[in-house]
Nanobody, 124 residues
């Protein structure tokens, strides 16, 4: 079993930055791929970014390219999402998710473990 706890959300003005953290309680975190998803009110949960277990490969959706960076510290069992140049349309609940799979890591159904989410609100 994997327990994931997100933190770092909050209220920020447009153009500002936040860093989200996803702390994992698992025996061997380094074998899991981890992703961030987000869900805005009235919308479906969508993929934001993912990172493979080794940290060598990362992926991001086009809407956050150049603004968001995903990284991980396996020694701390933590994955980060650095969010810069935030826009009001980035407002959502952000969830981290983990999977032991090596495929389908860009889609919601590819993940077995989910955190409770952290709210990010960007004001204009």
């Amino acid at each position: 079993q994997v327990q994931l706890v997100e933190s770092g959300g909050g209220l920020v003005q447009e153009g500002g930055s936040l860093r989200l953290s996803c702390a994992a309680r698992v025996r061997v975190f380094s074998t899991y791929a981890v992703a961030w998803f987000r869900q805005a009110p009235g919308k479906e949960r969508e993929f934001v970014a993912a990172i493979r277990w080794s940290g060598g490969s990362t992926y991001g959706t086009s809407s956050v390219e150049g603004r968001f960076t995903i990284s991980r510290d396996n020694a701390k069992n933590t994955v980060y999402l650095q969010m810069n140049s935030l826009k009001p349309e980035d407002t959502a609940v952000y969830y981290c998710a983990a999977t032991a799979r090596t495929d389908r890591i860009l889609v919601l159904t590819g993940y077995d473990y989910w955190g409770q989410g952290t709210q990010v609100t960007v004001s204009s």
